[in-house]
């Protein structure tokens, strides 16, 4: 498939209507918190969950811009759902990076057709739990491979996973790479947390308690730092900022509509649409290499935009939208996400001088 074909399938009626039953069924998913198993079937019977793999695996092989583009519209339509994929195309970009062909043999080519499910336990390796003495989830070398204990604290999907690509730390501080199958005796996940939003993607802590992983399940290391290397190395990339873009452009989409028949909110809306629509086009040119800004400049203005367009949504909505099942509450709640979710401390602090009013 060129890339021009891709692009324009972007804008195509299937992608249209996929995106408006993935909005249609956002508030009964926060309501209920239940697994989203029909969106992630509808995903797979449009050929997104093929979108991030490539053909030789039965994938459709999208490039950088293009799928920049998809998760633009996917986080506008259900971003409980766009979030889950983020995590699904780590794994599926981890495994398929890997120097050891194994894995990818065993997963990639039913993670292409969605009848397997795949996410990622690495956080405890980049941002959360990395201040504790002991590693929160430990491997110790054996005969056959390793042995991991502990726990990663953060995993979407993970009772529902087929495999989770998970870091361990050695004793000497190296670390591994792992495409661990769910069904390996001592794998456990816990209930998952209850979040401010996003409660549906069921992300909570996975246990590895004595879990003997061999040579064939291992997608990098032992080296320091194994998150540095390979394809996709580092977190918090320019996905997260399209999806935050993405759910800034469904807030302002609320907005507009009041303002139909609301005139005096049309100015607000107009301006959030005019800042959004050019943070979109800064997003695509760094995607392309014509950089106008950093990555994290683009990040801190895409969780300024989503935190400030689902506030005026919710403002417009008065009392209505402070009432649960309303979207714009849904929209303030889940903007919170994207302070937290992978964030680097560059993004954080300029959006606490943001919210300080600091320049």
């Given at each position: 498939m060129s890339g021009d074909s891709i692009i324009r399938s972007l804008d195509d009626q299937a992608l249209d209507d996929l995106c408006a039953r993935l909005?249609?069924?956002?508030?009964?998913?926060?309501?209920?918190?239940?697994?989203?198993?029909?969106?992630?079937?509808?995903?797979?019977?449009?050929?997104?969950?093929?979108w991030f793999q490539a053909p030789v695996w039965g994938g459709q092989g999208w490039s950088e811009i293009d799928l920049l583009r998809g998760y633009l519209r996917l986080g506008a339509a259900c971003l409980t759902t766009a979030f889950i994929l983020t995590q699904r195309s780590g794994a599926v970009?981890?495994?398929a990076s890997s120097a050891n062909p194994a894995p990818g043999r065993r997963w990639l080519p039913d993670l292409a057709t969605g009848r397997v499910f795949g996410t990622v336990g690495i956080s405890h390796l980049t941002t959360s739990r990395r201040h504790l003495a002991r590693?929160?989830?430990?491997?110790?070398?054996?005969?056959?491979?390793?042995?991991?204990?502990?726990?990663?604290?953060?995993?979407?999907?993970?009772a529902h996973a087929d495999v989770i690509?998970?870091?361990?730390?050695?004793?000497?501080?190296?670390?591994?790479?792992?495409?661990?199958?769910?069904?390996?005796?001592?794998?456990a996940a816990a209930p998952p947390q209850d979040l401010v939003g996003l409660s549906a993607s069921h992300t909570g802590e996975v246990r590895f308690d004595g879990v003997e992983i061999d040579a064939d399940a291992?997608?990098?290391?032992?080296?320091?730092?194994?998150?540095?290397s390979g394809a996709g190395a580092g977190t918090g990339g320019l996905q997260t900022s399209a999806l935050a873009i993405g759910h800034a452009g469904a807030a302002i989409a609320y907005l507009k509509s009041e303002a139909q028949r609301r005139p005096e909110l049309t100015p607000a809306a107009d301006e959030l649409e005019s800042e959004r629509s050019?943070?979109?086009a800064d997003l695509v040119a760094l995607a392309v290499g014509a950089a106008p800004c950093s990555a994290e400049q683009i990040r801190a203005r895409a969780n300024s935009v989503a935190l400030r367009a689902s506030q005026a949504a919710l403002a417009a909505a008065k009392g209505a939208g402070y009432v649960v099942g309303h979207p714009a509450g849904r929209f303030c709640r889940e903007a919170l996400f994207f302070l937290v979710w992978s964030c680097p401390q560059?993004?954080?602090?300029?959006?606490?001088?943001?919210?300080?009013?600091?320049?």
């Open positions: 909005a249609s069924l956002a508030a009964a998913l926060e309501r209920s918190g239940e697994w989203p198993r029909e969106q992630l079937r509808l995903c797979a019977e449009h050929g997104v969950v093929g970009g981890r495994i590693p929160a989830l430990e491997a110790t070398p054996t005969a056959a491979g390793f042995r991991l204990d502990g726990m990663s604290p953060w995993v979407t999907g993970g690509v998970v870091g361990a730390t050695l004793g000497d501080g190296r670390q591994i790479l792992a495409a661990v199958p769910t069904d390996l005796p001592g794998v291992i997608l990098a290391g032992p080296i320091e730092n194994v998150m540095k050019t943070l979109e560059p993004v954080v602090a300029a959006n606490l001088c943001e919210l300080a009013g600091l320049e």
